[in-house]
């Protein structure tokens, strides 16, 4: 797996009222080409910080990072609130922005325009006022917009936030669809339900990586290794998190000695485990 950034005892310190404060800390972690990772933490954690640095966004304070700056490689950017980034009056306008500032000749426009919108799950009329659009609607423009200049990895932050549960369905199919295609994903969210479809997970705390690996691991720990069972030893509940209801049942039964037969994410899931062990 190709190396995207690499950091190496990364520090990004700030100045606050009380004095200088480190946002990132003795940081090391490497992101690979087609990797989807969950960066999960409270407020002021550092996860808007780290996909700032990984966007070249912010400088860091000590330490290195190493990043693939071949064309078309340099990462897209969406941000937790999409009128923050929002500068176009129609949808053609805001996606085609940044390729007409690249001088994009207007039949490439034209088609790039096209192929971004289908990959952001947009059917709407190129001529469409933005201030027309719902949130999700404008959060899947700016995907479409981050990807329309060619770039393969998308740094989404908090992306779903301030989305109803059936827009924040659609931005994060969207995003696994877009996984799916090879582009890389790096979300950072505050929200368990939004780790089950990642790769891996980093959980970070005071700014320092407190948790690195799959999101089974983080929400069941070494479930399954013959030891009684407790959720209070996974690196979830260990860490304050509370892990979506699926898991929360799956985790109760395991308290009581029913093995499953897999460890269980979604509700379906934990529906096939609960009629395999029925049958």
């Not at 505050?190 to 705390?205: F, G, N, W, Y």
Request: charged content about 20%; aromatic content about 6%; hydrophobic content about 40%.
């Amino acid at each position: 797996m190709r190396p995207l950034w690499r950091l190496d005892n990364a520090e990004v310190t700030v100045q606050a009222a009380s004095g200088p404060r480190k946002v990132l800390q003795g940081l090391n972690l490497a992101v690979g080409e087609g990797e989807y990772i969950a960066v999960v933490g409270r407020n002021g954690s550092g996860k808007s910080t780290l996909l700032r640095v990984l966007g070249g966004l912010c400088p860091l304070s000590g330490g290195s990072l190493t990043a693939d700056g071949e064309s078309g490689r340099q990462p897209g950017y969406v941000f937790q609130n999409p009128d923050a980034q929002i500068v176009g009056e129609t949808v053609y306008e805001e996606v085609c922005f940044g390729m007409e500032n690249r001088g994009v000749p207007l039949v490439e426009m034209a088609e790039r325009f096209r192929r971004a919108m289908a990959a952001a799950g947009m059917d709407v009329h190129p001529d469409t006022p933005v201030e027309r659009l719902s949130g999700g609607q404008k959060q899947l423009l700016c995907i479409a917009g981050a990807m329309v200049t060619g770039a393969q990895s998308l740094l989404l932050d908090e992306p779903a936030s301030m989305l109803d549960l059936d827009t924040r369905s659609a931005v994060l199919r969207i995003a696994r669809e877009l996984h799916e295609r090879g582009a890389t994903i790096v979300w950072a969210t505050q929200s368990m339900d939004e780790l089950v479809p990642a790769t891996r997970v980093i959980a970070l705390v005071n700014g320092g990586i407190a948790y690195d690996g799959t999101p089974e691991r983080f929400f069941y720990g070494s479930a399954g290794n013959g030891r009684m069972f407790d959720p209070a030893e996974t690196p979830c509940l260990s860490l304050g998190f509370r892990p979506p209801y699926a898991i929360q049942v799956a985790h109760r039964l395991l308290q009581i000695g029913i093995e499953l037969g897999e460890c269980p994410m979604l509700d379906g899931q934990l529906r096939r485990a609960v009629t395999e062990l029925c049958r």
